[in-house]
Each structure stands twice: as structure tokens, then as C-alpha cells.
């Protein structure tokens, strides 16, 4: 079974920081590409960011990108979101699933397997 949690969650004041971590139990993380979404009350799960297994290649939504970093330790089978300059918008509890490759290959924001863990909670708050 896909084991994946999340943590590194936790209050931070309007313009602070916090790096969550996801990490892998039960297989080889670079064998996915990985990502990260968010879900706040009463909206729709959204896609954050993914980075790709084989090449390390990324994409973040607009909303985060310049402010967000995805990045993953193969030797700790860990991947990591650093989420700076964090915004209000941005509360939410994330998630980190495996995603689709395509072709090319690049991720994309869509769980291989459908299945998610129990997320780390992101509270931005003054």
C-alpha cells in the first residue's frame, strides 16, 4: 500500500513561513512523481504543485508560484513544499498524493490512485 504523511503544518502569521514534509513509508518515493494539494472549508480541493520523478521538473498553480518551492530528498524519500510570503488564501489543510506523468514526461494535478491521507493542516492567521 501507498503510505504518504504529511506534516510540518501549524499557525503562521500573514507573510510567514513553514515547510511541510511528505513522507513515503512501504515503497520508493522516486519511483512518482508526487503532489501536493489543498483543501479549505467549503471549497474544492485544489492543486498545488508537483515535481516529476525523473527529472525533477516542477509545476505550481499561479497562485503560489514565486512563493511556494517544491523539492524532493530521494536518500530520505521525503518531499518537501517551502511555502514563503503565506497569504490568508492559503489555509488550508494539504495533502501529497503520487500524480499522473504524461508523455513528455511532466506531472500533472491528478492522484495516480485517487486515494488521500489524513493532510497536514495550514492555519495563516495574525
Known amino acids: 500500500q501507498l503510505q504518504l504523511v504529511e506534516s510540518g503544518g501549524g499557525l503562521v502569521q500573514p507573510g510567514g513561513s513553514l515547510r511541510l514534509s511528505c513522507a513515503a513509508s512501504?515503497?520508493?518515493?522516486?519511483?512518482?512523481?508526487i503532489g501536493w494539494f489543498r483543501q479549505a472549508p467549503g471549497k474544492e480541493r485544489e492543486g498545488v504543485s508537483c515535481?516529476?520523478?525523473?527529472?525533477?521538473?516542477?509545476y505550481y498553480a499561479d497562485s503560489v508560484k514565486g512563493r511556494f518551492t517544491i523539492s524532493r530528498d530521494n536518500a530520505k524519500n521525503t518531499v518537501y513544499l517551502q511555502m514563503n510570503s503565506l497569504k490568508p488564501e492559503d489555509a488550508a489543510v494539504y495533502y501529497c498524493?503520487?500524480?499522473?506523468?504524461?508523455?513528455?514526461?511532466?506531472?500533472?494535478?491528478?492522484?495516480?490512485?485517487?486515494?488521500w491521507g489524513q493532510g497536514t493542516q495550514v492555519t495563516v492567521s495574525s
Open positions: 498524493v503520487a500524480v499522473v506523468t504524461t508523455i513528455q514526461p511532466m506531472c500533472i494535478m491528478r492522484p495516480l490512485f485517487g486515494s
Open positions: 512501504g515503497f520508493t518515493l522516486d519511483t512518482y512523481a
Open positions: 515535481i516529476n520523478s525523473s527529472d525533477g521538473r516542477t
